[in-house]
């Protein structure tokens, strides 16, 4: 408490750090009940006295409606305002808006160019988001090399995201040498977090034998790591396991479980999957109407029906 009775002396008499504290106080409850109107008005006393880190927690505010009705257009006011105070948050926040068209029209080379800026500041979020756009040539040409050398800079610094991103480059040789061993490092690191996709990439790892010793159960294992958070490549990964019985028991109704799960997100390799299962009654009751409901959803989705799949999993339906 005295803290905050600190803070609040300091903040009434015009003292900007003390404003944005205190409205971080608010945010986060810390030493007062959480409310972000009342960190939404401190945050704003502090900007409007040009106050970089307030302008960006009010830019927040804005873009995620923190005590405050949602604005994209206010929040990329003040993230600007922030940013060319060389504000690295909102240098990050600022070409995300760009990139995706929040509250401006979207403009890749913009959004790389205050990614540039923050990355080159050492911001991991940042430097992943630039391996990105140079992964893919959104805003810049096309450079795997690039993509990989933002994409270690920040995974050294223990970001998941990009530790499963350069562990794919390692994965497809995309700007590195292909290295499975390397990938299964980089992709071990982020699941590890909790990351679910590198949990998918890393169970994948497992269950084919790239730069691992083969191993159906530990496949499972990050397998169940990643569905259970509803990674949907992950559910019908799990699915296959269920279906094969590998690593587990064979249970065609557990395999049909993560497979319906996966395909109601859209996932189509999954919606093929339980088409074949309702066509063959396998984990579900037999039903050619169901079946095709799936088939079709898939066909939509752009994949076509596979008569070699419907042939593997009716021998292992039947084995």
Known sequence: MIKIKKLIEKSKSADVEAQNNLGNCYFYGDGVKQDYKEAFKWYQLAAEQNYAPAQCNLGLCYEFAYGVEQNYEKAVFWYKKAAEQENITAQCNLGYCYFYGNGIERDYKKA????TKAAKQGDATTQCNLGDCYYCGDGVE???EKAVNWFRKAAEQNYAKAQNNLGNCYLYGDGVEQDY???FKWFKKAAEQNYAPAQCNLGACYYYGDGVKQNYK???YWYKKAAEQGN????CNLGDCYYYGHGVEQDFEKAA???EISAEQ???????ILGNCYKLGAGVPQDNKKAKMWYDKAKENGEEFDEELLELMKEAFNS
């Open 232 to 235: 949907a490549a992950t559910q």
């Open 181 to 183: 061993k390397e990938a």
């Open 266 to 272: 859209g996932y189509t390799r999954a919606q093929i």
């Open 257 to 259: 479980y993560w497979f």
């Open 218 to 220: 530990k496949a499972v």
């Open 112 to 115: 790389v160019y205050w990614y």
């Open 142 to 144: 096309q450079d795997f």
